[in-house]
């Protein structure tokens, strides 16, 4: 059974997402007191859940990891199609997105780089790799040079999507369309 969100769980969810909202488009120059009055709450009251700008990025590096995570195991990769499953998991990056745009234009490191790897890699390794040996893909491409080229697209998806942009959902349509159109195998002649 899901864990019910309590108010304060809630709460730090629209922090959270405000935060991100806010410094993927300010940066570094965003402060605490913008981030307070764009999330609609107090300075207090935002301090008392992030004591300082450090806490807040370190939350919001966490929530976007635990969403990116949430959104690929939800995506059910190996059971789908390849097709499918890389738009289900490029829906999930543009949208869970925002929140690294937000980290990276603050000037903060991304988390561990191991754990990222482990928890956002290798199930898109794993289901490039199936793609090749289905057919789905090209096989004159590995399957680590496929996540290179998949996640260039999705770093500029992320960020033509934001605020002021197409919105996640054309950006995401855009890279399914890019990604598949260039790494599906072509018939033979």
Known sequence: MPKIPTLRDRIATGILDTAAAVLAERGESASMAEIADAAGVSRATLYRYFPSRDALLRGLAEAGSSELRERIADAELDTIPVPEAIARLTRGFVFAGSKYVALTRSGHKPPDPAEAQKDLAVPVLRLFD??????????????????????????????????????????????????????????EN
């Open 130 to 187: 199936r793609g090749i040996a289905d057919g789905t893909l090209r096989p004159d491409l590995t399957p680590e040079v496929l996540v290179q080229i998949f996640t260039g697209l999705l770093e500029a998806a992320i960020r033509v999507s934001g605020p002021n942009g197409i919105g996640a959902e054309k950006a995401s349509a855009a890279v399914i369309s890019v990604f598949l159109d260039g790494s599906r195998r072509r018939p």
